[in-house]
């Protein structure tokens, strides 16, 4: 009664491993789940088989329980290869099916020996449980997964528990024990299947999700291409992977790493059939030959799948337990970070491009101040001195009336004179080309103090980095633009310049005590409307790798920082 009992519960707990692999199967349409369903059903039948022997006797129910017992453990078998290759059935597949039925009817209708009868039964049923033990050992090996440790242990002990049998079970010395055994054994398979399903859900979500993520931030760091093949790389088996696309009619793989990466020059035909497949069904493809497998996720761009990320590995399908749907979405998201890669490199050559744009009508702009500055400097101020010195003649030889007059000329003439230095001296200050920025700075803020009537107060360090000639250039640009605004806008008393190093960089700060800046101040928005100083100094320093920060609440006065990067040499 006790025997019958345990074999209930057994058959209900096995039931419900049923129930769970179909659910399994219904969830992911993995051919695998539908397998194990249809393995712990027939093993149901198995349990029902011994039950209506022990209740009747009759041979026919035993009969039937070692031919079910060894069909059960081919299709236990057959359902982690299923899992572990994709393998299909075959023709030796096929006999060995026909051992349990032919070997049972020798062994309960010709033999008299129990030993002999049970011997050969007992092993063909260890060998194949040892052998599924075998098929998730290989599988923990290739991926490193701990669901398959489990069940790679859990059938290596049950293939040995089946040696027992004829010493044992068959003789009442286990019973009812070895069917709670039994049952545990049944509980630690299920349990397996769950941690595989959520390994795979774990793996596969974190990896994907993560490329998906690593693609859609706006500022992926070095190649994205590479991000995107270097990613699945994590998952279990995985060992290699490429970018499969169609330009002007044609196929190739654009970029390939790990065994992929020969795939550049020649793609093997197997691949090429899985990724045109997915490509016209715009769905995730997975094939297997012999020691490998082949996931093809296609990419969908622009509403069309005209590229595809190729997955090869010694494990399985790279995205066992994930949802197709999910897998399209994400193609679909690779795809879009692709597309915003591919703009945002664009906008950074484009800004590159603009940025050397800048510095070469920058240095076109100085050339132009320098050739205006000399051509002033030698033509018109010298042809001033010339007008004065004729002046001057004429004023020795002229009577008290025409000396008055030619003094009045002579005064406009050294008026015009300064004039003109100081426009030479503004459009390129002859320091900045003779003894370098810092004394042009210095100089820039003397005669500035001098013309404005502003304390100036100019502190340098003693230890600073070299600049570029652009930089120096922006950098004492940037500095006149900032007195300038003080003269214009600021109604201070005094201005503060000091000049220090930070690290590498070089350091400059200048401070009035002014009006400061308005509220809502918005250096964009008074560019659109003609203010063009601070934009025209944050687009000089920004162009040669240095940051302006503009700060300055009303009646506190305005702060200007200018970092410029140094180097060693020009």
């Known amino acids: 009664m006790r025997e019958l009992q345990a074999a209930g519960l057994q058959a209900a707990i096995t039931l419900g491993l049923v129930v769970l692999c179909l659910a399994l199967y219904r969830s992911y349409r993995r051919p695998y789940f539908l397998w194990w369903a249809v393995a712990w059903g027939v093993y149901v039948v198995r349990i029902g088989a011994i039950v209506l022997f022990l209740r009747t006797g009759t041979r026919a129910w035993l009969y039937w329980h070692q031919v079910i017992t060894g069909w059960t453990a081919l299709l236990i078998l057959h359902a982690a290869l299923v899992f572990w290759r994709d393998r299909p059935l075959s023709r030796r597949d096929l006999l060995l099916a026909l051992f349990p039925p032919l070997w049972s009817y020798i062994a309960i209708y010709r033999l008299d020996s129990f030993l002999l009868a049970a011997g050969p039964a007992v092993l063909f049923l260890s060998l194949a449980t040892l052998w599924t033990a075998l098929v998730f050992a290989r599988y923990r090996r290739a991926s490193g997964s701990r669901a398959g440790a489990l069940l790679a242990g859990v059938f290596l ?48 979500l974190a990896t994907l999700s993560t490329l998906s993520g690593d693609l859609h931030r706006p500022a992926v760091p070095g190649d994205p291409l590479k991000t995107l093949l270097e990613r699945p790389l994590s998952l279990g088996g995985v060992r290699g992977s490429a970018i499969y696309v169609i330009e002007n009619g044609s196929g190739r793989v654009s970029r390939g790493i790990g065994a992929c990466a020969a795939w550049e020059h020649t793609v093997p035909a197997p691949v090429l059939a899985a990724v045109a497949n997915a490509l016209a069904s715009r769905r995730p493809v997975v094939s297997a030959a012999a020691d490998d497998y082949t996931a093809v996720l296609p990419i969908i761009q622009h509403g069309t799948a005209r590229s595809a990320l190729v997955i090869v590995g010694g494990a399985r399908d790279p995205f066992t337990a994930l949802d197709h749907d999910f897998l399209i979405a994400l193609g679909q998201q690779v795809g879009a970070a692709l597309e915003n890669a591919a703009l945002y490199h664009g906008l950074e050559v484009r800004a590159a491009e603009l940025e050397r744009l800048s510095i070469s009508m920058s240095r076109q702009n100085e050339e132009q101040r320098r050739r205006l500055s000399l051509e002033l400097h030698d033509e018109t101020a010298q ?45 390129r200050p002859p320091l900045l080309d003779d003894l370098g920025w810092l004394p042009a700075i210095r100089a820039l803020a003397a005669e500035f103090a001098e013309r404005s009537g502003h304390a100036i107060h100019f502190d340098a360090a003693a230890d600073l980095p070299a600049l570029s000639k652009d930089a120096e250039l922006a950098l004492f640009r940037a500095v006149q633009e900032a007195l300038a605004n003080v003269a214009r806008h600021a109604e201070a008393e005094s201005v503060m310049i000091r000049v220090t190093r930070t690290g590498d960089a070089l350091q400059v700060r200048i401070r009035d005590d002014g009006r400061g800046l308005r509220p809502g101040f918005d250096a964009a928005a008074m560019e659109r409307n003609g203010h063009l100083g ?37």
Do not use: C
């Open 157 to 204: 002990l049950w293939g040995f528990h089946h040696l027992d049998y004829p010493l044992l079970r068959a003789r009442g010395a286990w019973n009812p024990w070895g069917y709670y055994l039994d049952i545990l054994f049944v509980l630690a398979t299920g349990l397996g299947i769950l941690l595989l399903v959520l390994e795979d859900l774990q793996r596969g």
């Open 383 to 427: 042809v001033f001195a010339a007008v004065k010195l004729q002046l001057g003649l004429l004023r020795e030889r002229a009577g008290p009336e025409e000396a008055a007059r030619l003094d009045r000329v002579l005064e406009l003439t050294d008026t015009g004179i300064r004039g003109i230095r100081n426009i030479t001296n503004d459009l």
């Open 534 to 570: 601070l934009v025209g100094m944050r687009e000089r320093i920004t162009a040669v790798g240095g940051t302006v920060d503009v700060t300055g609440e009303s009646g506190t006065g305005v702060r200007i920082n200018i970092v410029m990067p140094g180097i060693a040499n020009d």
